[in-house]
Each structure stands twice: as structure tokens, then as C-alpha cells.
């Protein structure tokens, strides 16, 4: 069996959510337009109102990515994650684990397109997120999505989950589903969310 240390992305290992400020690197350096910029911001106002699911948001609001070559959302998509604030004890955190011989797996509703350069930033060994295929955004990696693609993943490389040694970390209501796979279960920074928990199942951490 194999021990395993599950992070969410957004708002976990880094201070904000990244789709938006991804949007705004790619105004800020010319590669979109503000049509583009402000289709996807109807896009959000759309997912707000309840009129888009996030999987429909996120195509409206990434339809862009067709038309762009593939060196350009590379180059962005490296640019934009080093410009990311990643929280010092996040990565005190993953070193820590990574010395205990746990695998790091980040599982994340985030987009591909700029995930996919993860290891640039953390040293990560795997990566499960939603998948842009084509420029069509596929199943939003969220909520129970995210055990699917977890027990999926697992099949794949042959691995058997070590429960007990294996831990997870979110900071969300929907990484709760995730979390519910291990028995080590660790909510960052949304201290409102762990106090409706059972403080017995679960650890609160605080990271800056």
C-alpha cells in the first residue's frame, strides 16, 4: 500500500482562487483582448446568477483558448504560476510529507492549461484537475468529481490507498468528499468550515 497526501489548489496551497487572476496575467500581457477579458467575466456574473454551471462558465469564459498556440499558453501558463503567492507553510508542509515518503498528489478544480506546469513552482509528483481538451473543458474536477478521479487514478497506476497513513488537505465544503478517503483530514485557513466538523476527524491549520 501507498501513502498518499491529497492538496487542493486554490485558496489551499495559494492565498487566492486562480482562474480570474490567469485571465487578468493574460489582459495584462496582451495575449487576450478585452472582449475576451470581458466575455469571461460575464461568463462568472452568468455562474453567479445561476444561469451557467462552473463547467459551462469556464468554456465560456476560456474559449479563447483554441485560437492561441500551443507555445504561447505554455509560455503563460509557466509565467502566470511562478507569479503565484504560495503559502511558506504549504510548502514547509509538502517537504515535510514528501520526507515521510508520502506521494503528492494536488487535485484541483483549476484549469490544464496552466496546472499542467505545477512542478515549475512545487514539487509535486502527480496532478489531477479539470482537463481542457481541444479548447472544450471537460467534467469540473470538484466536489465528488474529485474521488472519482482520485479511485481513478489509483486503478491506473496499480496503487492501493493507504487510509490510515494518508492524509488530505482542503479548505472548501466540496474538498470534504476527498477528504472522506483518508484518515488524516486537514482544513486550511476556513476555520468557519472546521468548526462545523467533528474536531475528532479532522485538523485545522493556518497558513499565510
Not at 490567469?22 to 446568477?49: D, E, F, H, P
Not at 506521494?103 to 513552482?121: G, T
Amino acid at each position: 500500500m501507498q501513502a498518499f497526501a491529497f492538496f487542493d489548489f486554490d485558496k489551499t496551497l495559494t492565498a487566492e482562487d486562480t482562474l480570474f487572476p490567469y485571465l487578468l496575467y493574460l489582459r495584462k500581457t496582451k495575449i487576450i483582448s478585452r472582449a475576451q477579458l470581458g466575455k469571461a467575466m460575464l461568463a462568472g456574473l452568468l455562474y453567479i446568477l445561476g444561469l451557467l454551471d462552473e463547467r459551462r462558465a469556464k468554456q465560456m469564459a476560456l474559449s479563447f483558448v483554441r485560437d492561441l498556440p500551443q507555445a504561447v499558453l505554455e509560455q503563460s501558463g509557466r509565467a502566470f504560476l511562478r507569479s503565484l503567492r504560495i503559502f511558506e507553510g504549504a510548502k514547509e508542509e509538502i517537504a515535510v510529507l514528501r520526507a515521510r515518503g508520502l506521494r503528492i498528489v494536488v487535485v484541483s478544480a483549476s484549469c490544464d492549461i496552466y496546472m499542467q506546469y505545477i512542478r515549475d513552482v512545487l514539487p509535486v509528483d502527480d496532478l489531477l484537475c479539470t482537463r481542457v481538451e481541444r479548447g472544450v473543458v471537460q467534467e469540473n474536477c470538484k466536489g465528488r468529481e474529485k474521488v472519482r478521479r482520485i479511485q481513478e487514478f489509483l486503478a491506473q497506476q496499480g496503487e492501493e490507498l493507504d487510509a490510515g497513513r494518508s492524509c488530505t488537505y482542503g479548505d472548501s465544503r466540496g474538498d470534504l468528499h476527498m477528504m472522506s478517503l483518508v484518515r488524516q483530514r486537514v482544513i486550511v485557513n476556513n476555520r468557519a468550515l472546521y468548526h462545523r466538523q467533528d474536531s475528532a476527524l479532522y485538523r485545522f491549520v493556518e497558513w499565510r
